[in-house]
DNA sequence: TTGTAGGCGTTATCAG
DNA sequence: CTGATAACGCCTACAA
């Protein structure tokens, strides 16, 4: 009961050989019904697993993926791993975290240690501080399938699950327009990741496409954090014509900015407008709940995990994927003018 | 560079033998210095890296601790396995993750699937359904650590790492009397459950410690969600003397406690008082910041990273530790008269 | 239908 | 110091 027991042990208790235990187990159908069922129920009476470890070895696939994220914490980002799980856990596979701390340092260490775990796949959303490409050619080069979900790079062979940031940009923009405000600020983050270049995109879009000037002072790169959120509006209200609404890439921004706001006496919804972006679960609770754009993570994940299941399907092809999810805008009361 | 290159295809373009690469690799000591850099380099040169698969089959030891929790979205698990991972990933362990949504079948099948998979240890947080104990029994049994965080149940040689809830829910009541309060009510969770029954009778002590009589009425077990909350209050709102404040086990449940006073038009803080629990997220947030216990789940992850650490360091001894961390109560707006 | 033998990539034990 | 060999647990041609 204590020690493991293996096809060996169960081979030796029935005097037949480990194949044919082995056979017995797997429904191989060169195998009698007879020693079929016996084998089944002595494996059962001496509690048989299966070692997984060994069938790795053996076939080359340790049925484990890798999930590398800046920070498992961060609601975004566990939403995402947890339809990573739900989709690949039926199916036999284990999910593996890890977490960058958005430095490349520990990215390309993560990438590494997990292909030297033999990980049948990696999904992940690159660190910010990112700038080289060669980590993820390497993990194609070793034929292990890569998916970037949210956050990529753009490297050839590498599949991703994205929404569609611009879409997001120009939606949220367009609402605020709608609610009748025409002095339109943004927060953005660092364009060096793709997302915040293109929220920004269709931020400016949406003020072209409905005849309102791009006022350059109006658009500033933060952190993404409550603070840069103060200082940002601080900035902002200090201009010559201060703006009327605010789209921000981040939750957290966007909250900062409420409350510096709310501070300088400034009324919301009714003199001043902001969206938020990610559905932070906070959004919703708060005096007012915050306008956001839902970027839909558990599906996102599972997105990706189909995607990565579709690659080593056809192991033989290289696909390179692009999906990319629809974003939904969420309308609450930040944003909702009477 | 494509193909991944072994220590025999080393061996074989150095013309050595396999051992002698390993030796070198390993810096076994019976290694002259030449060789070894000579390995060294060509290691480098044809871009080894180790199988760790290999190795985890020859030596027995994964290097895989396998974390399982409800829903690993939900911020207090999510910073539990952020703990964990930052404790372990340095020493060469990886974090694989498990849901069960708490249904105690798929926690059953968890186990197994992360003793298939040769795991070197079992971190967990028991499911709210969970009424067996002969999973958790046989994980022992095959001599792989096993860890229980915030919820666990009695079984003889696990090790645990909690909260004190008890003095959680004392600190929680007592507060709440100091502040004025004397009709105190609870909102609790399912009793099968250690951690509410803790935390009730923490609440149920700080009473009798200060004279007032504790009352049935005023406690009511519940499911843990926002609607939960609203029910409870208006079920309390009709007692003959209704309370003046409430203890909750859950910052749902006080959320849903608050809308729903709210709306009947109660005052919070001056005529009522809530108290949650978890810290989460939103509760900084709110339009009344709410009061609530911090569980410290980042240091609860790290704490039980530690425990599973000494644990495989003295796997000869049996050690079932039982720490319990201080609760860190968050007194917040939802909760302080003026 | 079953047995034999070899191999997945490493390391450990013995010799030499 | 280095080489040969076995072993971890499993699967799968191939042979019987």
Redesign the pocket.
Known sequence: MNE????????KAL????????????N?????????KLVMETAAKMN????????A????KSNNVGVVVPYIDRNFFSAIIRGIEEELYPLGYHVIICQTHEQESAEIDNINALLNAQVDGILMSVSKLSTQTSHFEHVLNKNVPLVFFDRKKDVKGVSTVTIDDYQAGYNATKHLIEQGCSKIAHLSGDWALEIYKNRYKGYKQALLDNGITFNKDYVIKTKSDIKAGHKSVEKLMTLETPPDAIFSSSDYVALGAIQQLKKMGVKIPDDFCVIGFSNEPFTKFMELSMSTVDQLPVEMGKMSAKVFLEQVKESNVKIEKKVVLAPNLKIRATSTKK
Chains 1, 2 share one sequence.
């Open positions: 493991k027991t293996t096809i060996y042990d169960i081979a005097n037949v050989t480990a194949a044919t235990v082995s056979r017995a187990l797997n191989n159908p060169k195998i009698s019904a007879a020693t079929r048989y697993k299966q070692n997984k470890l060994a069938l070895l053996k076939s080359g």
